[in-house]
Structure formats: C-alpha cells, structure tokens
C-alpha cells in the first residue's frame, strides 16, 4: 500500500477553481492508478476522475470539462484542477491508489489505499 495525504481543499464561490494536491509514499507511484472521489453530506461516495499509469484519464460525466486530472511522477503527486466550480461540487474529496493498474477503474472497492479527505465548499 501507499500513504496518501491530500491538501487543497477550501472555500471558493461558484465559478471558482482550485487545485487539490495528493501526496503519495511508500511504494513505486508510477505503477499506481491514481484516482479522486468524493462524498457530499448524506450522499454515498462517488468516483469523480481518475489516471492510470497508462496515462489514460477517465472523469465522471458531471465533471467532464470542468475538472483535470494529473500527475507527477517525480513528485509522487497526483492534482485534480478543479474549474467552473458548482454549489453541487461541495464535499470531502479523497485520493486513492490501485496497485498495478494499467487502466484506471472506477469503483471504489478497487482501490486499497485512501487519504484522509479534504474538505471543498462551494458557495452560491
């Protein structure tokens, strides 16, 4: 498993952006799929983007065109630029990692490592 620590997070008005960073050691980064997810209050947690070390990135429809995925291997970071932000956007977003995945999935339970959570409010 890898540790991850996510940084980033805040308070933006609707239309805003801001760039959530995730930090990641312990094991090779760039065999990892790296993804974000996120879990608004009384929501389930749901998958918002995601890149594997094909570099191939998938994104969820809600987000598509509004939010970037990237990462740095030098680093062992991977970003979620977040643009075009909406009240809806609000919630705990979390970084996670998949050990030896070409192609990034998108449910939850193929992830084995998770952060900690950063918290994005979006204000109307």
């Known amino acids: 498993q890898v540790q991850l620590v996510e940084s980033g997070g805040g308070l933006v008005q609707a239309g805003g952006s801001l760039r959530l960073s995730c930090a990641a050691s312990?094991?090779?980064?760039?065999?990892?799929?790296m993804a974000w997810f996120r879990q608004a209050p009384g929501k389930e947690r749901e998958f918002v983007a995601a890149?594997?070390?094909?570099?191939?990135?998938i994104y969820a429809d809600s987000v598509k065109g509004r939010f970037t995925i990237s990462s740095d291997n030098a680093k062992n970071t991977v970003y979620l630029q977040m643009n075009s932000l909406k009240p809806e956007d609000t919630a705990v977003y979390y970084c996670?990692?998949?050990?030896?995945?070409?192609?990034?999935?998108?449910?939850?339970?193929?992830?084995?490592?998770w952060g900690q959570g950063t918290q994005v409010t979006v204000s109307s």
């Open positions: 312990g094991r090779t980064f760039s065999s990892y799929a």
């Open positions: 890149v594997g070390w094909s570099a191939n990135s």
């Open positions: 996670a990692a998949a050990g030896g995945r070409y192609y990034p999935p998108r449910n939850d339970y193929e992830y084995e490592s």
